[in-house]
């Protein structure tokens, strides 16, 4: 059974930073595609970051772009999203997702949500 746990959210000022933890188990996330989502109130989710199995491709939300940065550990199977420079519109449930579903593009497994195996999600909010 695949399993996503999401960590490290909470409530940070603006400007402030936050590092979003996922351990997986029942899936080995070094063979696979991996991403972090966002859901805030009121708007549909959309893709933060994805990596590619390799590591080699990665896709950013045009906004968190040089703030942001995806990255995985292999050895403790568990991937991190560290998140610089927060601002109020970055507010949101996050979750990190696993395995895509189709072949295709880390940009448009990231802005379709092309993935398998989902987290539960963790609040992220920043204040003003």
């Known amino acids: 059974q695949v399993q996503l746990v999401e960590s490290g959210g909470g409530l940070v000022q603006a400007g402030g930073s936050l590092r979003l933890s996922c351990a997986a188990s029942?899936?080995?996330?070094?063979?696979?595609?991996i991403g972090w989502f966002r859901q805030a109130p009121g708007k549909d989710r959309e893709g933060v970051s994805c990596?590619?199995?390799?590591?080699?491709?990665?896709y950013y939300l045009d906004s968190v772009k040089g703030r942001f940065t995806v990255s995985k550990d292999n050895a403790k199977n568990t991937m991190y999203l560290q998140m610089n420079s927060l601002e109020p519109e970055d507010t949101a449930v996050y979750y990190c997702?696993?395995?895509?579903?189709?072949?295709?593009?880390?940009?448009?497994?990231?802005?379709?949500?092309?993935?398998?195996?989902w987290g539960q999600g963790t609040l992220v909010t920043v204040s003003s």
């Open positions: 997702a696993a395995l895509a579903t189709i072949d295709t593009t880390v940009q448009d497994m990231c802005v379709r949500g092309l993935l398998e195996h």
């Open positions: 029942g899936v080995t996330l070094d063979l696979y595609a």
């Open positions: 990596i590619s199995s390799s590591g080699r491709r990665t």
